[in-house]
């Protein structure tokens, strides 16, 4: 990995943490209850939230089901998040 990412690219991973942190509110959910779902620290969806890290798209999956979301949304490129229900056919199943 580069050690100085381009603008676009940093822009790019802060909306990510945007969207989680938009998320998350949506879904009344406090970081540690999100931390406890996919069994990380508060600190770190802290982290992942103000960019200070970048989760791997492991985590990214965690998180995007976690908050009910699809991997796709969390990821767009629209600023916007739209936060409707994920019908039943979209999620996989448990």
């Given at each position: 990995?580069?050690?100085?990412?381009?603008?676009?690219?940093?822009?790019?991973?802060?909306?990510?943490?945007?969207?989680?942190?938009t998320?998350?509110?949506?879904?009344?959910?406090?970081?540690?209850?999100?931390?406890?779902?996919?069994?990380?620290?508060?600190?770190?969806?802290?982290?992942?939230?103000?960019?200070?890290?970048?989760?791997?798209?492991s985590?990214?999956?965690?998180?995007?089901?976690?908050?009910?979301?699809?991997?796709?949304?969390?990821?767009?490129?629209?600023?916007?998040?739209?936060?409707?229900?994920?019908?039943?056919?979209?999620?996989?199943?448990?």
């Amino acid at each position: 990995m580069p050690e100085k990412l381009p603008d676009w690219v940093v822009a790019r991973c802060r909306v990510i943490g945007e969207r989680i942190r938009t998320a998350r509110r949506h879904r009344e959910l406090s970081q540690e209850q999100l931390a406890n779902l996919i069994a990380v620290d508060r600190r770190t969806i802290h982290r992942y939230e103000t960019m200070q890290r970048q989760p791997a798209l492991s985590m990214l999956v965690l998180i995007a089901d976690a908050l009910e979301i699809s991997l796709a949304e969390l990821m767009a490129a629209s600023n916007e998040l739209d936060m409707r229900e994920a019908r039943a056919d979209e999620r996989p199943s448990s």
